[in-house]
């Protein structure tokens, strides 16, 4: 079973929430659509579930097009932000939905629902009404509930975005245990935060402006990132200008070993934890420290480079240096990569 | 909060008490008084007596309630089916503001012009309903529709849609989700809306002595009736008769929107 968008655009009125998005997702596989608000990953979701037309494009579901299909017809479990369980539903009710809107035999509704509340682990809470539960258990009711259906695919819109920090690691820990636990479903997964999408997702679709910027397999992603959009909101990575000279490629002035100039792209995309400082480097000054528990971050200015500011992550235990100080900042080769500005 | 120092609270509260008092409690003290007063010369009633209550509980008046019930019951009840439905009709259409608009019609215009209207429009063939009790459950009707959509509609505002998205992704027909997710966490405010069509039908004078047939008198307008015939003690008790008969059925139907709100 794949999810197949080909070309899909969504407007509203003048705006255009969504152009022309392409993109494949395998059974088995997940997909995070990760972006900043307003980049249309949450439209995408919304016209794979049927939530939205697509002004253009075609979707398909293992081969079978659906674009003009309601959602009803679609077989898709969705979980949305604020998970939307039904507040006048018990939980067992909530999870029991689906089932009975497909008049399954009663055993087998009430088989079905102990079964997937004993999955996510509330099965003692089947008896309580939404609102007597708290944002994670809401959140797994209605994981339960889009599942109960057993979909081929499942659709999760920010599902952790409503949680608090420390909820939030926690529920993304349920969450790859899930995925274990149905291997064959296809998940798109839309969110903002780059740890959750390298933590789920096999591939990553970075989006902005309502366009698909890149797509890859997260550790490709991460590692080579081919924009320099992509390098900035996957991992914050700094973006220094580069001179080529010849096969060498020189920042401000300093010629970089190992790194060999690529025609056409102008940025050296290099992680924050990956810089080192050393003696023989990029002279840089220190405009600010941040202690971070396990690192420190520094954010210093590159002489000769104006606009520009570096973040430097060093270990806990290392020497901070004192602010205004002129350090170097060594770039090892093997973290570095260009990209196009 | 505005005023702070205790002086000053204590009077703005005595002056609260004075207007509140004088405007909105003391006319209903009068008309419970009046309804039991036998004479009232002085200051003061005198001879009290319950004959005027008897009298309003006995004959054409107990008649006129069991009316103005069948009436606000009928009138009211269709007001919410329909304004519910018009709500939902309208909500998310792009016709929305224009059905906005018709629907507040019947409050914006004056209720002896809306009853005029029907009166005008029904008193010939091929509709003729003048004489009969339906122009005046239609009359009501029409003016309560107005206060249920609004109600329905601001409630309708505040559901977010993915309830509705999210149950039809989970396979539910339209039908199932209007029926089993809609309506169901509409079930506050259409409770709401009934408790206020029937308090209001209840008390509907303007349209309605405009269309009644004397067979269809509602209590407001025998009370009006009465008192303009120089009988205000009888007046009197047939208002203490509707006040009551109202806070009861507000009061019943309340309960139910309490308990539609527990669940």
Known sequence: ?341 | MLVWTRPGKALTWIAFAVVFGVLVLAPFVVVIAAAFAGTWNGVLPSNPTAGHLQEALSGDELASLSVSLQTAFLGGLLAVAFGTWGALAAHGSRFGRVADALHHLPIAVPSVVVGLGLLVAFSRQPILLNGTKWIVVIAHLVLMVAFSYGTVAAALQRVDPSYADVAASLGASPARVLWQVRLPMLRPAIASAAGLSVALSMGEVGATIMVYPASWRTVPVSIFALSDRGQTFTAAAEALVLLTATVLVVFTVDRLRGRAVEQ
Request: hydrophobic fraction near 45%; charged fraction near 20%.
């Open chain 1, 1 to 341: 079973m794949t999810v197949q968008l080909d070309d899909v655009s969504v407007h509203f009125g003048r705006t255009c929430a969504l152009e022309g998005l392409s993109l494949t997702v395998a059974a088995g596989e997940t997909v995070a659509l990760l972006g900043p608000s307003g980049s249309g990953k949450s439209t995408a979701l919304k016209a794979v579930a049927g939530f939205v037309r697509p002004s253009s494009g075609r979707i398909r579901l293992a081969g079978q097009d659906v674009t003009d299909l309601p959602p009803a017809k679609r077989g898709i479990g969705v979980v949305v932000q604020q998970y939307a369980l039904f507040p006048h539903l018990r939980v067992a009710d909530n999870v029991a939905f689906g089932l009975r809107a497909a008049r399954k035999p009663k055993a087998e509704v009430v088989r079905r629902v102990a079964e997937m509340l004993a999955m996510v682990g509330m099965t003692s809470y089947a008896k309580r009404f939404p609102r007597e539960l708290s944002g994670g258990q809401q959140q797994r009711v209605a994981i339960a509930r889009a599942l109960a259906i057993q979909p081929k695919v499942l659709l999760l819109d920010e599902p952790l975005a409503a949680l608090d920090a420390q909820l939030r690691a926690d529920m993304l820990g349920e969450l790859q245990k899930l995925r274990r636990e149905v291997p064959e479903v296809a998940i798109v997964y839309v969110t903002h935060d780059q740890s959750e999408a390298l933590a789920l997702a096999d591939r990553i679709a970075v989006m902005r402006d309502a366009r698909l910027v890149d797509i890859a397999p997260a550790a490709e992603l991460y590692a080579t990132p081919p924009s320099a959009f992509t390098a900035s909101f996957l991992g914050g990575a700094n973006l220094l200008p580069v001179e080529s000279v010849g096969e060498d490629v020189k920042v401000a002035g300093h010629v970089l070993p190992g790194v060999r100039s690529t025609p056409g792209k102008e940025l050296l995309c290099i992680r924050p934890h990956a810089i080192r400082l050393g003696s023989e480097g990029v002279p840089v000054r220190v405009i600010a420290t941040q202690w971070r528990g396990s690192s420190n971050q520094l954010t210093c200015t590159v002489d000769g480079l104006p606009d520009v500011s570096v973040r430097i992550d060093l270990p806990a235990d290392s020497d901070v240096p004192a602010l205004g100080a002129q350090v170097s900042m060594v770039l090892p080769a093997e973290a570095c990569s260009l990209v196009p500005s």
